[in-house]
């Protein structure tokens, strides 16, 4: 007889089969999933990796399109370098020996080896197959410690790459731009437009890079290898892969610009100041022959390894070399501004070329008195001699008796307060006030002291040097407004036309010629006759180019006010003094080009700015002289056969590791 707490073998043994039962089931559970995550969740993953342990496609980067000046001078090309790359899904163990072996021959500091942790982690999610760069432009020395421990680097390659070679420095840096790597936002928009990215890539940044992007970048190529489960190639296997191994890269297309580097090197040299700008463009197609921004950056640091330390001061000097004075800053025009206060006035019927002024020195509106340049005064003034002279005095009584509406209408049909267009470069618009402007956002609103300080390009007048330059151009040649432009073509390897650019003409302006000779016949005599502005800055030119007459116009843009006391230059702060301009047109009988010159608080434009500009003036025609006699030279000889530029800086497996070591106030303008 058996108690209730006696258990039978029965019993026991129907216990242990839905024991065993349940283990089985729950075996069959795991195992269902585990098959799940390897054929459906990472099945693509893993039949990928099991090609890759048999064969790799390595991507053959495309060199990068060259940028020419407009006679072939390269400026920027791409030279041989070699950058590190770690393909995740061959990096075993690689947070916990790899990348710190790795970082130890680097140099890496831990933030740094954090983050390509963070970087390998999402690659592996992302693009397990696709190499990630973990440090660009590798020493001499870094190629070969990473070269000799390669077998403890599992995942780890060297990879010869193109590299942006910028061969003028800091020179045209804001037009040339730079590159860096793209974003995971930019590599989703650019692949959705057609591009073919990968991360790690390098893009355009600003200037002619970024622009023309699509235009230079090329296209990849493809090398088919054979490699082992650790990423490792099989030399000895290679060769039976068959014929098609390699899809050969495509090099990008070339840009030739409408610079010429001659005359640009000139106006670096000639350049008067440590800030500012100069501009030169040909005035009968809106193109552009020389730009200076002055303080520029070096393109090539910034496409490569800069520091921390670097960037900051970059970041941190108070001239701020990153901006590009030539368009994306605006400054009051002073002076320069009274052209178009000369061509407002004789279109009002209201003055004429012969109106005189009598200047004492001041001209008095209500209770206050306004300043000429001239405190003795210039006594009395016409239309010609108060541009040649820069008196203040007449310009006072056009504004008093114009108002400032017709000056601001005949400055925005001249480009004033728009951007010009050129697509290249940043822009500001700069400001051009009317009574409507002031209204909006002057406190008390418009008032006629206002118009005063705009006719003299003071006051909240503000314009770009290359607004400045494309005004005086439109004056050169009679009312036509270009768009400034400073590509010319595109052209393929072998130098076809891929794109040619036309000039672009913005809109025709209504100048009467009558008006026009009048104010070009004031901008002759300011230079070429005695008491003119830039009489004295022009006397070089005129002993060495007696053929060319040059006209133009001197500025001195008050920045601060001026005081009971005229402070000299030497006695005021850097920031504090005044901007100098000169704008020039040549020759003045038939107009080629015009030059604008800015230095950025460098005190009178007749000293300060128009020696500058005269120097490459002299060296415009100089050039255009020498390319006549050798164009004439090149007809009388027998033509010379040339092959074509080639890119520079194609990579191969058998590259050469790196070398070792390797607004204004009220105002007083003239």
Request: charged residues 25%; aromatic residues 6%; contains cysteine.
């Amino acid at each position: 007889m058996t108690t209730l707490s006696e258990t039978t073998p029965g019993r026991d043994l129907k216990r242990r089969f839905v024991w065993l039962g349940l283990a089985m089931v729950l075996g069959m559970v795991v195992l269902s999933v585990q098959l799940y995550r390897l054929q459906i969740t990472q099945g693509e993953e893993y039949a990928a990796k099991s090609v890759a342990n048999f064969v790799k496609e390595v991507r053959l980067r495309a060199d990068r399109g060259l940028i020419k000046d407009r006679r072939g001078a390269i400026l920027v090309d791409s030279r041989p370098s070699f950058d590190a790359f770690i393909t995740p899904a061959f990096c075993t163990n690689c947070a916990d020996e790899v990348l710190p072996r790795l970082g130890e021959l680097l140099g890496w500091d831990e933030p740094t080896r954090k983050r390509m942790e963070d970087q390998i982690r999402i690659a592996r999610r992302a693009a397990p197959f696709i190499p990630l760069p973990v440090r660009v432009d590798l020493t001499r020395d870094e190629y070969d410690r990473i070269n000799a421990r390669r077998d403890m680097l599992d995942g780890v390659e060297v990879v010869p790459v193109p590299h942006r070679n910028y061969r003028t420095g800091s020179v045209l840096s804001h037009v040339l731009g730079y590159m860096n790597e793209i974003n995971p936002e930019e590599l989703e928009r650019l692949n959705a437009e057609g591009g073919h990215y990968a991360l790690g890539d390098y893009v355009g940044r600003r200037g002619l890079e970024r622009s023309f992007e699509y235009a230079l970048c090329g296209t990849d190529g493809v090398r088919k290898e054979v490699v082992n489960a650790r990423g490792r190639v099989l030399e000895e296997f290679n060769n039976k892969l068959g014929q098609d191994t390699m899809l050969p890269s495509r090099p990008g297309n070339n840009l030739v610009l409408s610079l010429d580097m001659r005359l640009q090197e000139a106006a670096e040299q000639a350049f008067p100041g440590s800030a500012g700008a100069m501009v030169v463009v040909d005035v009968k197609t809106g193109f552009i022959r020389a730009l200076v921004s002055r303080p520029g950056f070096d393109s090539n640091l910034l496409t490569g390894r800069i520091t921390p330390s670097q960037m900051y001061a970059l970041a941190r000097d108070p001239l701020q070399p990153m901006v590009n004075r030539v368009s994306a800053n605006h400054f009051s025009p002073g002076s320069t501004f009274k052209v178009i206060s000369t061509l407002a006035a004789y279109k009002s019927g209201l003055f004429r070329p012969e109106s005189t002024v009598t200047c004492t020195g001041s001209y008095r509106l209500g209770a206050r008195a306004w300043r000429c340049h001239k405190d003795s005064g210039h006594g009395p003034v016409n239309g010609k001699t108060a541009l040649q002279y820069s008196c203040d005095s007449w310009f006072y009584k056009v504004a008093d008796t114009i108002g400032l509406d017709p000056i601001a209408d005949m400055a925005k049909s001249l480009g004033m307060g728009s951007p010009t267009g050129i697509g290249v470069l940043a822009e500001v618009p700069g400001i051009m006030p009317s009574t409507e402007y002031h209204d909006k956002v002057s406190p008390g609103g418009y008032t006629k002291g206002m118009a005063l300080n705009s006719v003299m390009g003071q006051g909240d007048v503000n314009a770009t040097p290359l607004q400045v330059v494309m005004l005086y151009a439109a004056i050169a040649n009679g009312g036509t407004l270009f768009k400034p432009q400073l590509v010319e073509r595109v052209e393929g390897l072998d130098g076809s036309v891929v794109e040619k650019f036309d000039p672009q003409v913005v809109r025709k302006v209504t100048i009467p010629e009558a008006h026009r000779k009048a104010v070009m016949d004031a901008l002759v005599a300011t230079v070429n006759e005695p008491g003119g502005t830039a009489y004295r800055a022009a006397a070089g030119v005129r002993e060495h180019l007696k053929e060319v007459v040059i006209a133009g116009k001197t500025g001195s843009a008050q920045v601060a006010a001026i005081g009971a006391v005229r402070l000299k230059e030497h006695q005021m702060d850097f920031f504090q003094r005044d901007h100098a301009w000169f704008a020039g047109i040549a020759p003045a009988d038939d107009p080629e080009i015009a030059i604008v010159v800015l230095n950025e608080h460098g005190g009178h434009g007749g000293a300060d700015a128009a020696p500058g500009g005269m120097i490459v003036l002299q060296k415009y025609f100089e050039l255009k002289k020498e390319d006549a006699a050798r164009a004439k030279a090149d007809t009388s000889a027998p033509a010379l056969e040339t092959a074509p530029i080639q890119n520079q800086g194609t990579l191969s497996r058998g590259t050469q590791p790196p070398a070792a070591g390797t607004g204004g106030s009220d105002a007083v303008a003239h």
